[in-house]
DNA sequence: GCAAATTAATGATTTATTCAAG
DNA sequence: CTTGAATAAATCATTAATTTGC
């Protein structure tokens, strides 16, 4: 079976990475011009139309804004469900009670201090 | 002298196979939460840190997404090394690549947009 | 069989993105 | 326009598998 007639366009992964690339580099709502570089471009890499590159932007857009959203709202939910530290602290009492290896005590004021400046992984003990 | 001074983790085959199970099972990126009780329940089995747990994640996501990319790939070769479709019927889009910029009037991209929006069929060349 | 040498896996770091708040 | 927060991609580095010659 060489290829069922797919009723809708399937990307090969040449025209995502191009894609991908151009979003990457700023393009969110090509214009129908741009649509129609793209479109000829692509069509180097396989059968692809205009409204397949319309559709992949509009698409595209809108599910990086949902993933965003999906994790700011689960992180809302872990902040304020009840008493629960920031990830910070969090991750700071984990590592404190498994790894006792730095042993600054804990003087709150210095521990927040140290806390706040951590870098967004704060699993990294030694950082940049 | 008990261990070498290993430098990294490394996972015993219960800690490997509960992890594996929990991915399975859809945990990609747990929580800080999430994390504290895996590391806590892992830590029944040998060492482990936080730190270990959300990296074992992070590495374990990205590289079963590698996995899935590299067959998806070889997948697309596969298919379009048999078929040689160089150059289908360029439609009106290839022409439309060498389209002059419409230089008549810049039109706005927010009208443009809301005419493509409501008929993306406007990028199909002949029909559908 | 057994280490040294080489390759493959994978843990840990760094870098580049994303959207949207300020 | 800049920055905050959170990754995901890319990369570095070390450990495990394995290959190889003896």
């Known amino acids: 079976m060489p290829q069922s007639p797919s009723s809708r366009w399937c990307p ?10 151009m979003y ?7 214009s129908a011009q741009q ?9 180097n890499y396989g059968r692809i139309e205009g409204k ?13 804004r949902q ?3 999906r994790r700011l709202s ?3 939910q872990l902040l304020c469900s009840g008493h629960s530290l920031p990830h910070h602290q969090l991750y700071c009492m984990q590592d404190a009670t498994a790894f006792p290896q ?4 804990a003087t709150p004021t210095h521990s927040l201090h140290l806390v706040l400046h951590s870098h967004p992984t704060l699993f990294l003990p030694s950082h940049q």
Do not use: D
């Open 35 to 43: 649509i129609q570089q793209i479109t000829a471009h692509l069509s």
């Open 12 to 21: 090969t992964p040449e025209q995502l990475m191009i894609l991908e690339e």
């Open 52 to 64: 397949n590159v319309f559709y992949w932007f509009q698409n595209h857009k809108a599910r990086e």
């Open 67 to 69: 993933k965003l959203r």
């Open 24 to 30: 990457r580099s700023g393009v969110r709502t090509p």
């Open 102 to 105: 730095s042993r600054h005590h």
């Open 74 to 76: 689960r992180h809302y």
